[in-house]
């Protein structure tokens, strides 16, 4: 008899929503965008202090890709480029806000590793 594995996204039909939304560097982006609006590159750097220019650049083509961010390029001197999160990235905020919602628990997941690693510092 043969045994048959189902794709991940039959098994858990959120994962595929997972690995776009939250991937390491999207959440942040789409977060600031839908925050404090159409942001240059410069700003949206400024405020994600810890992503590289490269990484940042990649990001927001995959997103402008994805269709969750909007590219802007205006043709002045000196060209100006500003990016904004779409209506499909702005339909994530309801999820944005669960999730900030359920962030105090944070503190409990702390205190559930911290119990945890002391019993394994008890075991033989």
């Excluded at 991940?8 to 690995?19: F, G, Y």
């Excluded at 390491?24 to 925050?35: A, G, K």
């Excluded at 490269?54 to 994805?66: C, F, M, N, Y």
Aim: some cysteine; overall charge neutral; glycine content about 2%.
């Amino acid at each position: 008899m043969t045994e048959t594995t189902a794709s991940p996204e039959l098994a858990c039909p959120i994962a595929p929503v997972v690995d776009l939304v939250f991937s390491r560097w999207t959440t942040p982006i789409l977060w600031t965008l839908n925050e404090y609006g159409r942001q240059r590159f410069v700003e949206l750097s400024r405020r994600i202090t810890t992503i590289t220019p490269k990484v940042l650049t990649q990001r927001l083509r995959q997103l402008e890709r994805d269709g969750l961010v909007v590219r802007t390029y205006h043709a002045e001197v000196p060209p100006r480029v500003e990016y904004e999160i779409s209506d499909l990235g702005r339909s994530l905020a309801p999820l944005f806000a669960t999730l900030a919602e359920w962030s105090p628990n944070l503190e409990k997941v702390e205190q559930a590793r911290a119990e945890y690693d002391a019993q394994q510092k008890k075991r033989p």
